[in-house]
């Protein structure tokens, strides 16, 4: 396995979110290369500190929909066609330009 990989995928490999044999390729060339072992502790042990000052919040029970309403009013506007057009299309992409 190549660096470039490893650090790719460095984050997940940390989460435990890897299938068993890739986070076993990653842990035999962690063994090897110098180089990514001390990126792997590094950003393990910055990820506990982190862990440990900031103590986890739990959102409020409301939080959800309000997320929720003002997504969807920012989208309204790119979910549904405007009536002036004559338009057949369901789905208005943002970043397409206009026909």
Do not use: G
């Amino acid at each position: 396995m190549r660096c470039n990989t490893v650090h790719a995928l460095l984050d997940l490999h940390l989460e435990q979110q890897l299938p068993e044999e890739l986070a076993q390729q990653i842990e035999r060339h962690l063994m090897r290369c110098a180089a990514c072992a001390f990126e792997a502790r590094t950003l393990e042990q910055t990820r506990n500190l982190l862990r440990a000052a900031i103590p986890p919040v739990a959102p409020s029970p409301s939080f959800r929909e309000r997320a929720a309403a003002r997504l969807q009013d920012a989208l309204v506007p790119h979910l549904h066609p405007r009536l002036e057009q004559a338009d057949t299309r369901q789905w208005r992409l943002p970043l397409l330009p206009e026909d």
